[in-house]
Structure formats: structure tokens, C-alpha cells
């Protein structure tokens, strides 16, 4: 990576999983916004479902999600019955209309529920939104909460993509995050999830963590190679432990400096290319006949909540305490606190509490963004139509900076961001980004 570039790396970016981000999610959005919103999906318009399950056995140090260490499963078994409620809710607010096309179960830790509890939700699914045998269903799992006879019955309810968090296979690292996971278990559960017909493996890796090393995390990258996932995402840690205070646990002094993250991310990305993963986007990689790769080569990719996905359906209902829905420019979220999540939905009412909706600019911007970090180029007229004079200036005034160091060119009002700095897409895209600069949300302009 060129020297002039290094600067870029130390921005705090939002991951546009969402546009704008969730940072800018508040109270102007309630249950019965969110309501009245459900009730303008099309009769067959397609839907993505994603389900949260919050349960962890155990505390990772390095997490950020929404979850919490759970050792009475009663206590989650009442959290389903309320998933299942609110399913219903939701139901009743579509009157029919949607078809779920994708199923995706996150967390958390969702084999933290046995697989007959996680039977109950999609049974719901089906029979409250209509959920057909061609969706997609995708569960996450944590590889030390794997029971016997796990994945022959996951695989018999219709999953057909399993996602393990692996994060580092090195020992030492391990027992600085709090998650000890041998390589050979790791192995055995590609093994089972192979033998169980399970063709779509797909493994969460972490750079940057405590004690990570150029040649401990070569090491891991190697042995993930040769477990042979069919997709895996690259994430960079974000150590914030004034958010979130679990990462206290974390040595200061055991995380790389941010020339050593610069390596290790390079690291693996060359490893991974070398060995025939095709990238995607900035931090995933999928071998050339997976769905994802597939996707880019049809230029169908799109960025949603779960990351980069060859998910056709733009509109999402997030169920569960956290879960996040988009409709038809609407971003919901629900109660994060699990008791004011049941108790919502056990009073019969929709948990949303909180959302934005989105303007025409945000509209317009969030295209713009899609579009860069999928295909890595992108139109900005309409954004310079829709932005103020001094936000135009803005923006141009520090796309003008990039192009000189050479992270993209421009021709017209197009953008392209060159080839060896892909990696660098979400810092492009802040650069016009209207959020990123004020110093207080910006007034969203019809």
C-alpha cells in the first residue's frame, strides 16, 4: 500500500451496512410508523428475514453485538414465544402480502437454542409469512456449542449455509479474546457440515486482535485455506472500550499498531486471492463458483445487514430484541434490552422504538455508496444535485485530495476507485457522505 494512503486507514468509517448508519437511528420512528409501513409491502414483493438470537454461553472480549452470557434456557425459551409472537404481529400487519425469499439467523450465538426451538421460529415463518422451499436459509453457529447430531438436523430443517465464527486459530490470541476453539474442532464441524450436504461454508475471520502476529495469523490463514470454506469475511476489530466494556478485558498492549493491522489485513488478502477466492467488496472472499462471486459477475451484488449478499430482496424484517427492519425507506429498530423486548410483544404491540426515514438525499447518497462498494465505482450527479453548496464543496474538496494521491479517478461525474486500493472504498465513500462531516446530524432535506 502506498505511504500516501496510510492516512486513510485511522478513519472512523461506518461499515454502510445501512444508510444512514444506525448512528443516526432515534425516537422520531415508533411502532406505529413501522406499522402502518409494513402495510404498503406489495402482495408478492420479496422479503429478507433475519431472526436475533442474543444468547451466548460465554463472553468473547473482543464482541459488539447485541448479546448476553445466558445459563438458564428457560429464560430463552420464553424469549422464542415472544420471537414467535412478534412474527405474528408482523403477520397481521402484512394482511398476506410479501414473500420471504431469505432466512437468516444471527446473534449472538444461534445454536445457543437446540434445533428443534430454532424449528418452532422457521415453522412460524412458514406458516405466518408464507416462507417456500426455494428461500435460503443461513444460520451463524459457534463451533464449541456444537451438539451431537447438530448439523444432519439444521441441514433437515433447510439450512443450507452455516456460518462459523472462527475469528484466529492461534492459541495465545484465543485466550486474549476469551474463545478457545481448537483447529481440530474447527475441522471436525466442516467435516459434519459436508457429510450433512452443506455446500455453502462460510467462515467470520478477525484481524487486528491482541496478540495477533504477521506469522501467527499467516499460520491461521493457512489452516483456513485448507479447511476449504466456500466464503469467508475478513473483518478488521474495532477496539471500543469506552462503548463497549467488555473489551476492558482487552490488553492495550497486546493490540497491533495500525501498521501491523495494515500487514495483516494485506496478509490475507494475498494468501486468500492466491489460493482462488475470488474478492468481494472490501473484506469478504468467495471461491469462483459460490453464489456471492457468482453475483459480482452478474454484477447482482448488493450491501444489506448481514454484509455483502447476492440477496435480491431490498426490503428486510428484523425480528428480535436489536433486530433492525427496512421498508420502503423506513429503518426500524427494535427494544435492545430483552425484557422490554417481551414486553412489548407480549402486550400484543410491534417492539420498534426507534428508525429514521429516509429523504430523497438519503435516498440518492445511499445508491451512490451501494454502487461504490459493490462494483467499486459510482455516479455523483444526483448527489451534487441533491447536497447543499457548501456540502458540494465539501465533497468535492476532498475527492480532489484522493484523486491526487491516486485512490481513484474521475471521469465526469463518475468515480472509480483504482484497482489496488479497493480496500479503502468505505473511506471514499465517507468522502461524500453528507453525515460524516456535520457536527451534529444533518437536517434531512426532502
Known sequence: MKPSWHKYLSLRTPRYTSYPSALYFDDSVNAAQFGEKLKTVDLYQPLSIYVHIPFCRQLCWYCGCNMRVENNYNRALNYVDAVLDEIRIVSRYLGGAGRPVSVHFGGGTPNYLQ???????????????????????????????????????????????????????DPDVQKAINRIQSFELIENCVSAMRKSGINDVAFDILYGLPKQTPKNFAATIEKVIALGPDRLSVFGYAHLPSALPRQRMINNQDLPCESMRRDLADLADEALVSAGYVRIGFDHYAKPDNPLAIAVREKRLRRNFQGFTDDIAKASIGVGASAISFINGLYAQNEKDIRSYCSAVNSQ???????????????????????????????????FTHCAPHETERITLGLNAMEEDGLIC??????????????????????????????KPLARAV
Open 410 to 439: 474521475r471521469h465526469g461525474t463518475t468515480l472509480i476507485i483504482n484497482d489496488d486500493a479497493h480496500s479503502l472504498c468505505r473511506a471514499v465513500a465517507a468522502a461524500f457522505d453528507p453525515y460524516i462531516y456535520a457536527e
Open 115 to 169: 434445533a428443534d426451538d430454532l424449528g418452532r421460529i422457521l415453522n412460524t415463518i412458514e406458516l405466518e409469512l408464507g416462507l417456500t422451499d426455494d428461500a435460503r436459509l443461513a444460520i451463524e453457529l459457534d463451533p464449541r456449542l456444537i451438539r451431537e447430531g447438530d448439523f444432519p438436523r439444521l441441514a433437515a430443517l433447510g439450512f443450507t449455509r452455516m456460518s462459523l465464527g472462527v475469528q484466529d486459530l
Open 349 to 383: 404491540r410491534l417492539p420498534a422504538v426507534r428508525g429514521v426515514v429516509r429523504s430523497t438525499r438519503d435516498e440518492v447518497v445511499a445508491d451512490a455508496i451501494s454502487q461504490l462498494l459493490c462494483e467499486f465505482k459510482t455516479d455523483l450527479s444526483a448527489i
